[in-house]
C-alpha cells in the first residue's frame, strides 16, 4: 500500500468531481478517482489515503457501503472521510459518526471543500472553514465546527 499523502474521490457527477479533482491539483495534492462505489472500494483496498472526499448515492454501491467497509476494516482506516452530499438531513439520521469527520453539502463552496481538505492533511488551511458537523443523535440537529 501507498503512504503519501493523498486523497480518493468517490463522485460520479462528472462536474462536481472535476471542481474537486481541480482543488486536489491546484494544491498540488496527489489524488485518485472513483465513479462508483466498486471502484472506490478497489482504491480503498490497495492504498491509504489520508483524505476521502465521498459522495453517497453513487452507482454499484453506495456511499453508506463504503463507510461501513471502512467502519469494519480490520486495521481501521486512517483517512479523513468528507461526505460530500445534497442531502445531510437524511446522511445524519443514517450514518455512524465515528467514521465521518465532516459533511459538506452541495451546492458548496469550493474555497470551503480546498481549506477543509487542507487542514485535514496537516496543511496551511489560511482561514477556517465552517462545516456542518454530526455530534450526537438525530435530534441534535446540525452543529457547527471551525476547522
Same mark, same amino acid.
Given at each position: 500500500? /501507498? /503512504?503519501?499523502? +493523498?486523497?480518493?474521490? #468517490?463522485?460520479?457527477?462528472? $462536474?462536481? +468531481? @472535476?471542481?474537486? %479533482?481541480? #482543488?486536489?491539483?491546484?494544491?498540488?495534492?496527489?489524488?485518485?478517482?472513483?465513479?462508483?462505489?466498486?471502484?472506490?472500494?478497489?482504491?480503498?483496498?490497495? =492504498?491509504?489515503? *489520508?483524505?476521502?472526499?465521498l459522495d453517497l448515492m453513487l452507482? &454499484?454501491? *453506495?456511499?453508506?457501503?463504503?463507510?461501513?467497509?471502512?467502519?469494519?476494516?480490520?486495521?481501521?482506516?486512517?483517512?479523513?472521510?468528507?461526505?460530500? /452530499?445534497?442531502?445531510?438531513?437524511?446522511?445524519?439520521?443514517?450514518?455512524?459518526? *465515528?467514521?465521518? @469527520?465532516?459533511?459538506? !453539502?452541495?451546492?458548496?463552496? #469550493?474555497?470551503?471543500?480546498?481549506?477543509?481538505?487542507? *487542514? &485535514?492533511?496537516?496543511?496551511?488551511?489560511?482561514? @477556517? %472553514? !465552517?462545516?456542518?458537523?454530526? =455530534? $450526537?443523535?438525530?435530534?441534535?440537529? @446540525?452543529? !457547527? +465546527?471551525?476547522?
Amino acid at each position: 500500500m /501507498t /503512504t503519501e499523502k +493523498r486523497i480518493l474521490i #468517490v463522485e460520479d457527477d462528472p $462536474g462536481i +468531481r @472535476d471542481l474537486l %479533482a481541480e #482543488v486536489a491539483r491546484r494544491e498540488g495534492i496527489p489524488y485518485d478517482i472513483a465513479e462508483d462505489g466498486q471502484q472506490a472500494i478497489n482504491h480503498l483496498e490497495r =492504498t491509504d489515503y *489520508s483524505v476521502l472526499l465521498l459522495d453517497l448515492m453513487l452507482p &454499484k454501491m *453506495s456511499g453508506y457501503n463504503i463507510l461501513q467497509f471502512l467502519r469494519n476494516k480490520p486495521q481501521g482506516s486512517k483517512a479523513s472521510v468528507i461526505v460530500v /452530499t445534497a442531502n445531510a438531513d437524511d446522511f445524519m439520521r443514517r450514518v455512524d459518526p *465515528s467514521v465521518v @469527520d465532516a459533511i459538506i !453539502t452541495k451546492p458548496f463552496d #469550493v474555497e470551503e471543500v480546498r481549506r477543509l481538505v487542507l *487542514s &485535514k492533511l496537516g496543511g496551511d488551511a489560511q482561514g @477556517d %472553514a !465552517t462545516v456542518r458537523m454530526k =455530534t $450526537g443523535g438525530a435530534e441534535d440537529g @446540525d452543529k !457547527t +465546527r471551525k476547522n
